[in-house]
């Protein structure tokens, strides 16, 4: 609500305040709960920001369950991986191919139940793809991380 109050109609942090408001608004839609679904947007040169992302990352491989990274657009090396902290021996890598796009990668990870987090690298996705992701990582007590490069 601090973006109602200190609205300005201008952007704010790449996101339309006004369409913000929109949504905060209409009482009559009914909430999906998308609290299992971390969306991460990178600006810029992304393969320079996902650096910096991957201390944080890292913490997401000492699980007991794995550690899905769906359709990265490049792979970094495995010393690389190590230094920032990840433990590698709980990490998937699933590329799409002919059978398999990135969406269906993302869906079956998060609802196997093997995997507590799945990163994916999406472009802009629309609210049914939103929801599915959101249900099949309900279904696997999963978290789904989305990231995207503008």
């Known amino acids: 609500m601090w973006q109602q109050e200190q609205y300005t109609g201008t952007n704010i942090e790449g996101i339309l305040a006004e369409h913000q408001l929109d949504l905060w608004a209409k009482e009559d839609i009914p909430s999906q709960d998308l609290s299992q679904i971390t969306e991460i947007i990178l600006r810029g040169e992304a393969w320079n920001n996902v650096q910096l992302l991957l201390p944080l990352l890292a913490q997401l491989s000492h699980d007991q369950r794995w550690l899905a990274w ?17 433990d590698l021996n709980k990490i998937i890598l699933l590329q799409p191919d002919a059978q398999h796009d990135t969406m269906s990668l993302a869906q079956q990870a998060l609802k196997s139940g093997t995997c507590h987090a799945v990163i994916s690298w999406f472009g802009a996705l629309d609210e049914d793809q939103l ?6 990582a309900e279904q696997g007590n999963s978290q789904a991380f989305l990231i995207r490069h503008q």
């Open 131 to 136: 929801s599915h992701l959101a249900q099949a």
């Open 70 to 86: 769906v359709a990265p657009p490049k792979l970094l090396p495995k010393e690389q991986l190590k230094a920032a902290g990840f």
